[in-house]
């Protein structure tokens, strides 16, 4: 079995601050992990993902996320924010060994204050 | 390159009608992969598409079904529309369908069920 955990239902953050968005997963076997994003009436958009290799992946529009084995974890961040980011992210995994479907976390929108 | 599109956009319906949704994945792309996602439920894998056949499944009822063309296009059928049907129905599209392949979403149609 497969899940993703977003803690928080909601982010605030001022605008040129950092921003991090949080994600655990729990799999069985080896996890592919991806990050989307939503805005308002639009499908999901993707930012990365994360299949072996360096655990920092870049993405698209400044984000980048780490992944760490050890704590089951893949935040999303970016150096500084931005308010056209304000939306709805949603961190998503994949077994190794599992069926072609992706398992969503809740999703987290983010806020960016001007 | 064009992205996924789907057909109709917006959809509204009775209980107890059937309703069909159209997904043209991205040119070259072979998988296509069809979601649901409410504000109660979050987004959850309805079922995967390659090479016309259906190759993984998710846990909704027989009511929901589709099929896949030899363009690879994808259609989704509802019959016996129940008020819980009522969500965004986004469709994604990968190359290859393989478990590290992005998943490309479309715009997703939005289906209310009165």
């Known amino acids: 079995a497969q899940s993703v955990a977003q803690p928080e239902d909601q982010v605030n953050v001022a605008e040129g601050n950092p921003l991090t968005v949080k994600c655990t997963y729990s799999?069985?076997?080896?996890?592919?992990l991806f990050w989307y994003v939503q805005y308002p009436n639009r499908g999901l958009q993707f930012l990365l993902k994360?299949?072996?290799?360096?655990?920092l992946v870049k993405g698209s529009y400044g984000f980048e996320a780490e992944f760490n084995k050890s704590q089951t974890s893949f935040h999303l961040k970016k150096p500084s924010a931005l308010v056209s980011d304000s939306a709805l992210y949603f961190c998503?995994?994949?077994?190794?060994?599992?069926?072609?479907?992706?398992?969503f976390g809740s999703g987290t929108r983010l806020q960016v204050q001007p | 390159k064009a992205g996924v599109t789907q057909t109709p956009r917006y959809l509204i319906k009775t209980r107890g009608q059937q309703v069909t949704l159209s997904c043209s994945p991205i040119?070259?792309?072979?998988?296509v992969s069809w979601y649901q996602q409410t504000p109660g439920q979050g987004l959850q894998f309805l079922f995967e598409?390659?090479?016309?056949?259906?190759?993984n499944k998710g846990n909704f009822p027989g009511r929901f079904s589709g099929r896949q063309f030899s363009n690879s296009r994808s259609e989704m059928n509802v019959s016996t529309l129940e008020l819980g049907d009522s969500a965004l129905y986004l469709c994604?599209?990968?190359?290859?369908?393989?478990?590290?392949?992005?998943?490309?979403f479309g715009p997703g149609t939005r289906l209310t069920v009165l």
């Open positions: 799999v069985s076997g080896n996890p592919y």
């Open positions: 994604a599209s990968s190359l290859a369908g393989y478990l590290t392949d992005t998943q490309y």
């Open positions: 998503a995994v994949i077994m190794d060994t599992g069926r072609r479907a992706l398992t």
């Open positions: 598409y390659f090479s016309e056949t259906q190759r």
């Open positions: 040119s070259g792309h072979r998988s």
């Open positions: 994360y299949i072996t290799g360096d655990n």
